[in-house]
């Protein structure tokens, strides 16, 4: 079944940094980016469902494309999964106002306006995709990521997969990802996370107090704070979240501030403290300063 949405588009949207973040994966089998549009396959409580976004003139023209019925439960967990899709939690017009007169990330700014926060469907998919990333590059990242979707996660009628839930990826045995090039340790903590959803022991609600989400992920093996930094931002959108663990933060801040070398992780979070409560927005001007798309 078939729903159309449509989504009102703010004055100076930026239509190329969504296609960049979704079209990160050349081979396309759970996003497909174009010039105009997105599709993007992803499960609603086990409902293959494909997000197909056409960009026009001040408004996305979105259809929800279910392998069901479309009911409003469903047409619900759609509608925020495209806000998150499509950037559109948090307003960067704030940051500018408050970065206006800062010598580092005000011309950045001037430079950039309206960048805005691309984020993952869900929140299992961001926190899912921060563990996938730890301490390894991009395009070896995009390949295990591709690969834990084909092993757990469902095709559409489309014939693009979607994205696993926590119950599709909890079902896996270890052996099937460290077979395919999964780190053992990596591995352990996806599965370790997705039991945990499946058994209501963790919540991964975007509603709950941000100190809460951040003790729970961390007491969790295997996660770090730059992985729960990385989900707040990526997955519950949160505006103040702080990644002076992230390597690009701290490359971006030593080109920008000079120095004789990139600064430390105590340096680089008591920078970040200028800009609560909008780290997050920092945090994407910083990445942006560098000439790439976060991860």
Known sequence: MRTEIALDLPAGYRTEDVLAFHGR???????QASPDGLRKGVLFDGTPVVLEVRF????????VDADGDVTPTLLAQAREALLNILGLRIDPAAFAEFVR???ALGPVVARQPG???VQSATVFEALTWAVIGQQINLPFAI????????????????????????????RLDLEELTSRKFSRSKAETLLRLARLVVDGR????????VDAVVQELLAIKGIGPWTVNYALLRGY???????????????????LLGGDARPDIPTTQRLL???APHRTMAAAYLWASLGASAE
């Open 202 to 209: 963790l919540v991964l609600d975007r509603g709950r107090p």
């Open 101 to 103: 007169e800062d010598p």
């Open 25 to 31: 994966d050349a081979e396309g089998i759970a996003e």
């Open 115 to 117: 960048l805005r926060i």
């Open 143 to 170: 390949s295990l990521r591709r690969t834990l979707i084909q092993r757990a996660g469902r095709v559409h009628a489309s014939g693009l997969w979607c994205y696993p839930e926590a119950a599709d990826l909890a």
């Open 56 to 63: 026009g003139r001040g408004m996305a023209r979105c259809c």
């Open 273 to 275: 403290e200028r800009y």
């Open 237 to 255: 959108g949160y505006p103040d979240c702080s990644l002076e663990g992230d390597v690009a933060v701290r490359t971006a801040f030593h080109r």
